[in-house]
């Protein structure tokens, strides 16, 4: 279903969802260098006894790339709609919005997992080490 933007308030609640996908995207810019960390921290690691590895790193970055390029394309498709007034715009800019919420939400779950396997195989070692 498509619509003309006449309505301030409804301009407003776009600008809105505007800034939170530029806000998406500066979170998964922190989270590339986190990555990037993460990535260096598992190739310390003797792998092959492990059971997270250089591949699940390299699964969630391309997690990540894809993701990051899907909230690029939403953000670009927001712009002229607040630029340009009466611009057509599709209602489902709201679904592709709570679609990218719960992609970006189940994506911090998988970081926050490899984080907690980075930490716990760290913490293995130091014992073994001592």
């Known amino acids: 279903m498509t619509t003309i933007i006449e309505d301030n308030e409804l301009n407003t609640e776009l600008q809105e969802l505007y800034l939170v996908s530029k806000q998406w995207l500066s979170d998964l810019d922190f989270l590339e260098n986190e990555l990037e960390f993460l990535r260096r921290r598992f190739k310390t690691f003797d792998v092959a006894t492990n059971w997270i590895d250089l591949q699940e790193i390299t699964r969630i970055e391309k997690k990540h790339a894809d993701l990051k390029a899907h909230i ?59």
């Open 72 to 130: 690029m394309d939403y953000a670009h498709k927001l712009e002229p709609l607040i630029t340009e007034t009466r611009q057509p715009f599709d209602l489902n800019l709201v679904e592709t919005y709570a679609q990218i919420e719960t992609e970006l939400n189940r994506f911090s779950e998988e970081i926050q997992s490899v984080k907690n396997a980075a930490l716990e195989l760290t913490r293995e070692r130091l014992k073994k080490d001592h």
